[in-house]
């Protein structure tokens, strides 16, 4: 269970967050308003998250300079945030294959969360208003865990995202050339 101080004692600013999580035991986000604990995945999310996971793991194989990290901590210049799911760029593999993204990097390509409704409101709003300011980032995905809904977020410009919301078919991210078949993202979670 999270440690959790009296809402009077919550740190109200990014600097004092940075300092205070390290006393907590479990992880926390911080996004502009107030700290808030990661909370635990659902099931469909979990199962989400694996088939995404191994999908992005297959279609990655043997293309240098990208890898896979699952519960990715993302910083700003006023935001700290845990990312579902982040590919990255690496200039070499530091380990055997498969390589993993380390929690230190920080050039996402693509950022991944699975939506649920208690996660929603951070997701689309908190979230997004800091993960848009990476520059490195070229897509941003929303996946609902609760219905065969992605929403896509593709970089077209400096500050610019062009929205698509894709039900069947697949998904493009051409940024790091794949293709994720919304079939597969929900394989033994919600049929087609």
């Not at 979990?46 to 996971?53: E, F, K, M, Q």
């Not at 982040?86 to 920080?106: F, T």
């Not at 070229?138 to 894709?166: A, P, S, W």
């Amino acid at each position: 269970m999270a440690s959790v101080d009296a809402p009077d004692a919550l740190p109200r600013d990014l600097a004092s967050f940075l300092d205070w999580r390290e006393r907590q035991d479990a992880p926390w986000e911080f996004l502009g308003l107030a700290p808030r604990p990661l909370l635990p995945r659902e099931r469909q999310a979990s199962l989400i998250t694996g088939n995404l996971l191994a999908a992005l793991d297959e279609a990655l194989d043997g293309k240098s300079g990208f890898v896979v990290g699952e519960s990715v901590e993302l910083s700003t210049a006023d935001a700290v945030a845990i990312a579902g799911i982040v590919v990255g760029r690496r200039s070499a593999c530091l380990a055997s294959p498969p390589c993993y993204l380390e929690s230190n990097e920080k050039q996402p390509v693509v950022i991944v969360e699975i939506v649920s409704p208690s996660t929603a409101l951070r997701d689309r709003v908190q979230k997004w208003e800091a993960y848009r300011r990476i520059p490195s980032l070229h897509h941003y995905l929303l996946v609902e865990q609760d219905r065969r809904l992605v929403e896509l977020h593709t970089r077209t410009g400096d500050i610019v995202f062009e929205e698509r919301f894709i039900e069947a078919g697949e998904v493009p991210l051409e940024a790091i050339g794949v293709r994720l078949d919304v079939d597969s993202i929900y394989a033994g979670v919600i049929d087609g």
